[in-house]
């Protein structure tokens, strides 16, 4: 399994930007399907965004236009970028490595959209 640390979250205002970053252990992280998932207070975790080892993405429909996921298999790092944020965005934002045989999730971090 990968080892993943996400940084980037913080507070930001509604309109506002941020990248998030997952930085992942091992030399196979290009063999991995990447994603971002996020769970606000009181809610399930739900599927933000993923790409795949060929860079196939997926978005949820909440998110699109909105949020690009995008991948350095050089840097062995996954990135979120999150345009025209929300409060709705507001929430633990986890980035998830998956494979044929393992599934990895990294501590999260938060992000608020707050004025």
């Known amino acids: 399994q990968l080892q993943l640390v996400e940084s980037g979250g913080g507070l930001v205002q509604p309109g506002g930007s941020l990248r998030l970053s997952c930085a992942a252990s091992?030399?196979?992280?290009?063999?991995?399907?990447m994603g971002w998932y996020r769970q606000a207070v009181g809610k399930q975790r739900e599927l933000v965004a993923s790409?795949?080892?060929?860079?196939?993405?997926n978005y949820a429909d909440s998110v699109k236009g909105r949020f690009t996921i995008s991948r350095d298999n050089a840097k062995n790092t996954v990135y979120l970028q999150s345009n025209s944020l929300k409060p709705e965005d507001t929430a633990v934002y986890y980035c998830?490595?998956?494979?044929?045989?393992?599934?990895?999730w990294g501590q999260g971090t938060q992000v608020t959209v707050s004025s």
């Open positions: 998830n490595a998956r494979s044929f045989n393992s599934n990895s």
């Open positions: 091992g030399n196979i992280f290009r063999f991995y399907t």
């Open positions: 790409i795949t080892s060929n860079g196939i993405t």
